[in-house]
């Protein structure tokens, strides 16, 4: 167990500090979120521990276009293929996506009420949240499928709601959040975001459109990503939960006046 926490901590915050540095965020938070993965195993020795973040955030309706610009013609041609050196001296190639990195090292400066520039505009969130934790069962179980062969549907839905309690925890069997508001494909939508990968860390990215419908008193308090749209009641389809996230701090929204969205990065910890 030492030995697994040890590779773990060192790679998050050695490995992806070259990229993204998280504000706010310990060794010790980390070290909490696995040591919670480790005692749900029960014994089973772990070989793969999947860690999120999730962003939730809002913008002014001005600042849109400029977010959209970003995410259409940076963000989804961005991914490249480097060369890069492993331990045992060989090289191969990794797939990257440095405009997806770019995006995350905004949102930190923004987590930090810092305001960046894109396209020459000065720009900073109305308000942003930040949540760590672990990913649900459901996602765990798509990724034991793929190891076999079996389908694995591409987790390309986001999904906003304001039912939960702000603070509060998901649990490791959640399937739904527990008021959904909204649920967009990132890859289809005009502006709807981008799915990328960076090495061994996933991003999903969701821009909501103004006209999301406004959130109930305080606002959005959780998200999540689908690999399906929304069934109808009633209705035999299944979807999988690959992230659910409940935030401290509530983002308001007012259909019309501003655009909610939200990003999550799950990142692989192997053992």
Same mark, same amino acid.
């Given at each position: 167990?030492?030995?697994?926490?040890?590779?773990?901590?060192?790679?998050?915050?050695?490995?992806?500090?070259?990229?993204?540095?998280?504000?706010?965020?310990?060794?010790?938070?980390?070290?909490?979120?696995?040591?919670?993965?480790?005692?749900?195993?029960?014994?089973?020795?772990? =070989?793969?521990?999947?860690?999120?973040?999730?962003?939730?955030?809002?913008?002014?309706?001005?600042?849109?276009?400029?977010?959209?610009?970003?995410?259409?013609?940076?963000? =989804?041609?961005?991914?490249?293929?480097?060369?890069?050196?492993?331990?045992?001296?060989?090289? =191969?190639?990794?797939? =990257?996506?440095?405009?997806?990195?770019?995006?995350?090292?905004?949102?930190?400066?923004?987590?930090?009420?810092?305001?960046?520039?894109?396209?020459?505009?000065?720009?900073?969130?109305?308000?942003?949240?930040?949540?760590?934790?672990?990913?649900?069962?459901?996602?765990?179980?798509?990724?034991?499928?793929?190891?076999? &062969?079996?389908?694995?549907?591409?987790?390309?839905?986001?999904?906003? &709601?304001?039912?939960?309690?702000?603070?509060?925890?998901?649990?490791? &069997?959640?399937?739904?959040?527990?008021?959904?508001?909204?649920?967009?494909?990132?890859?289809?939508?005009?502006?709807?975001?981008?799915?990328?990968?960076?090495?061994?860390?996933?991003?999903?990215?969701?821009?909501?459109?103004?006209?999301?419908?406004?959130?109930?008193?305080?606002?959005?308090?959780?998200?999540?990503?689908?690999?399906?749209?929304?069934?109808?009641?009633?209705?035999?389809?299944?979807?999988?939960?690959?992230?659910?996230?409940?935030?401290?701090?509530?983002?308001?929204?007012?259909?019309?006046?501003?655009?909610?969205?939200?990003?999550?990065?799950?990142?692989?910890? &192997?053992?």
């Amino acid at each position: 167990m030492f030995l697994l926490l040890y590779l773990i901590l060192n790679k998050f915050f050695v490995l992806q500090t070259e990229q993204v540095v998280l504000n706010g965020v310990t060794k010790e938070d980390i070290q909490r979120i696995i040591k919670d993965a480790l005692d749900n195993f029960k014994g089973i020795k772990p =070989r793969l521990i999947l860690l999120d973040g999730s962003y939730l955030y809002t913008f002014a309706k001005e600042d849109i276009p400029f977010i959209n610009k970003y995410i259409i013609e940076e963000m =989804r041609t961005g991914d490249i293929q480097v060369p890069e050196e492993q331990e045992d001296g060989t090289t =191969r190639l990794i797939w =990257r996506n440095p405009k997806m990195v770019q995006w995350h090292n905004w949102l930190e400066l923004w987590c930090m009420n810092q305001t960046v520039e894109i396209y020459g505009k000065k720009i900073k969130p109305l308000k942003i949240t930040r949540s760590i934790d672990r990913v649900p069962n459901e996602c765990l179980e798509k990724v034991a499928r793929s190891f076999t &062969g079996q389908d694995f549907n591409t987790m390309a839905f986001s999904a906003i &709601g304001d039912g939960a309690s702000a603070g509060t925890n998901p649990s490791p &069997g959640d399937t739904d959040l527990f008021h959904e508001v909204a649920r967009i494909n990132v890859t289809s939508e005009d502006n709807g975001g981008d799915l990328s990968s960076d090495g061994n860390t996933f991003y999903s990215v969701a821009a909501f459109d103004v006209d999301t419908p406004t959130s109930n008193s305080p606002g959005f308090t959780e998200s999540a990503i689908f690999d399906k749209d929304k069934p109808p009641t009633g209705s035999l389809i299944v979807d999988s939960m690959g992230d659910h996230s409940i935030f401290d701090d509530p983002i308001p929204h007012t259909s019309g006046s501003d655009a909610p969205g939200c990003t999550v990065f799950i990142y692989c910890c &192997g053992s």
